[in-house]
C-alpha cells in the first residue's frame, strides 16, 4: 500500500478501506502493520452486533437499521460474516441484493467476511476489520452473523450492543433459548412480527428474561417487534440502541466492555502464537508419532499432549 | 469411584457409565485419570455424528435411528450435545420426551451434555464422554449437535460418519450451505418431508453437491428424505450410514479420519495446558496492565502478546 494510505483510510476513503480490510484477510505481517498504524485511531464508532439463525430476515433488519442511521446523517460500516465454505462459494444473492439497494451511498461501507481456514482465523480478521472502520470514521459499525453458534456469538460480542433476532414459528424450540445465547442479548427482537405465531414467541422471550435473577441497575432487555421488509419497527430499534449506550456511559461500562473485549482478543492471539511456536520447535516427526500413538491405543490424548510439552 | 468401576464400565453398567461422565464433565485429574484407563478399549464403536439447525427436527430423528439399530440387536449411545447455559436453566422439555420414550430399554443410554463454562470445556467433555461409550461396548454412537457453528461441527466431525440433517421452509436459505457445513455431511437428510416445500430443498442441495469437483472414489453424500414423528426414510438413513461405514473400511479411511481426529483433539489440549501454564508463570497483574494499555490504546493488541510471550 502506498505511503499515505492511512490518511486515505481515516479520510473514509472507500477503495483503501477495502484494501486495509483484504489486507487483514490475508494476514500476516501487512495485516499486524495496519493494525499497528491505525489502533490508536480507533474507539469512537459505537459497534451493534446483530446475531440470529438463518430465515429470520436478519440481513434485511441490518439493512433497513443502516438507513435510519443514514437519515440521522451517521455514517455506517456492515461487517457481514458469513462462515460460507469456500465450496459453497462466497458471496450469496442475498448480498448482491444487498449492494443494490445501498449501493451507491458513500456514508454506507458494506464488507462481507467468509471463512479462510479456521473460524477463530474469521473471529480476528472481523475484529481488525471492525477496528479499520472505527478508525475510518463510521460512527456505526455493524457485524451481522449468521449462525448462534459459540464463534458466532463471540463475534457480534465484540461490541457495544448485541441485538439477537428472532422470527417467529421457525419450529418447536426458539434459537435464542436453545442456543444459549439470551444472556448476551441487549435488545431482543422478533422479525417477521405480521407472522401469526408472534405473540407466542414475544411471550416465551419475555418468560425467560423473568426467570432472570435481577440485580439492581441491570439493563433489561426490551423484546421488539419489527417487519424488516417494510421497515416497520426499526426506528424503534434504533431508539433503543441509543438508550443502551447511555446506559452503558451511565454507569461506565463502556470502559468494562472494551476490557472484557481487550482481554479476549489478547487471550486468544496469545493461545494461537503460543500452539504455532510449540509447532515450530517440536519435530513434526514427533508430533505424527505421537497421533499414531493415540490412534493405536498405546496412548491417551492427555498423556501425549504432556509429552509434546515436555 | 471405587475399586472395580472399569470393570463395570466395560460391562455397560449404566450408573457406572453415568458416573465416568459426570466425572468427565467436572474435568480435572480424575476426569484424566478415567480417560488413561479407559483409552485401550476405545476404537470399537461407530460413531455417528448428526447437525442441524434448531426446529429440523433432528432429536426426534435420532431417537428413530437408535429405535432402527435397537431392532438389529445393537446397543446405542446417544450424547445430545446442548449448548443451553446455565441461564436457561439445563435440560429442555425435548430431552425429557426423549427420555420417556427410549426410557427402560437397557441398551440405550442418553446423555445430554450442556456447555459448562467454554464451548471448547463441551467439545472436550463430549470426545471423552464418547470415549466412556465406546469402551463400554456401544456399538454405535450418536453425537447431536442443536447449532451448525464452527464449534458444534468440531463436535459432529468427532464421528466416522456424519449427517446433516434440513428442514424444508425454515426461511430462504438452507442452513447447510449458507453455514458451509456441506462439505462435512456424508448423508444429508431433509426432515418433515411431508412439508410441501421439500421438493426445493432436496433440489438446492443437490445442486450444490453437483457443484463440487468430483475426485475418482469419492463418496457422493447421499440426499434422502425422512418424516421422523413417524419413522418414515429413517431406515434408509440407516443403511447409508451402513454404506458409507463399508466405504470408509474399503477405501482404508478408518484409520484417516481416526488420525484426523486424533491430532485435532491433541492440538486442541495442547494449545489449552500452553495457555493455562502462561498464565500461572506471568504476573497476572502484568496481564491486567496489558489489557488496559489496550483498551487506553496505548499498543495494540499483537504488540501486547508479543510482551506477554517475551
Not at 18 to 43: C, D, L, N, V, Y
Not at 278 to 304: C, P, S
Request: charged share 25%; hydrophobic share 45%.
Amino acid at each position: 500500500m502506498n505511503a499515505d494510505w492511512i490518511e486515505q483510510v481515516r479520510a473514509g476513503n472507500p477503495r483503501a478501506v477495502a484494501r486495509a480490510i483484504s489486507a487483514i484477510e490475508r494476514g500476516g505481517e501487512e495485516a499486524r502493520h495496519i493494525i499497528a498504524a491505525i489502533f490508536r485511531f480507533t474507539g469512537r464508532a459505537h459497534i451493534i452486533g446483530v446475531t440470529g439463525a438463518p430465515g429470520t430476515g436478519k440481513s434485511t433488519l441490518v439493512n433497513e437499521i443502516a438507513k435510519q442511521y443514514r437519515r440521522r446523517g451517521q455514517r455506517v460500516g456492515i461487517v457481514a460474516v458469513d462462515p460460507t465454505s469456500p465450496f459453497s462459494g462466497g458471496a450469496l444473492l442475498g448480498d448482491r441484493l444487498r449492494m443494490q439497494d445501498l449501493a451507491g451511498d458513500a456514508g454506507v461501507f458494506i464488507r462481507s467476511m467468509a471463512t479462510r481456514g479456521s473460524l477463530g482465523g474469521l473471529a480476528a480478521a472481523t475484529a481488525d476489520a471492525v477496528k479499520v472502520l472505527d478508525a475510518a470514521g463510521f460512527e456505526i459499525v455493524l457485524i451481522e452473523t449468521v449462525g448462534a453458534g459459540q464463534n458466532e456469538v463471540d463475534i457480534a460480542r465484540n461490541a457495544h450492543t448485541t441485538l439477537v433476532v428472532e422470527a417467529p414459528g421457525m419450529g418447536d424450540d426458539i434459537q435464542a433459548i436453545k442456543a444459549g445465547i439470551m444472556e448476551i442479548a441487549d435488545v431482543l427482537i422478533v422479525n417477521k412480527a405480521d407472522h401469526e405465531e408472534v405473540g407466542a414467541t414475544v411471550a416465551a422471550l419475555e418468560m425467560n428474561l423473568n426467570l432472570k435473577p435481577k440485580t439492581e441497575n441491570e439493563w433489561r432487555p426490551p423484546v421488539l417487534k419489527t417487519i424488516a421488509t417494510t421497515g416497520q419497527g426499526v426506528a424503534e430499534v434504533v431508539e433503543w440502541i441509543g438508550k443502551h449506550r447511555a446506559y452503558l456511559q451511565a454507569h461506565h461500562l463502556i470502559h468494562a466492555r472494551e476490557r472484557a473485549r481487550a482481554r479476549a482478543e489478547l487471550e486468544r492471539i496469545v493461545q494461537h502464537e503460543l500452539m504455532a511456536r510449540l509447532l515450530r520447535g517440536v519435530n513434526g516427526t514427533k508430533f505424527d508419532a505421537l497421533v499414531e500413538q493415540i490412534v493405536a491405543r498405546e496412548t491417551d490424548v492427555y498423556a501425549a499432549a504432556e509429552q509434546l510439552m515436555g
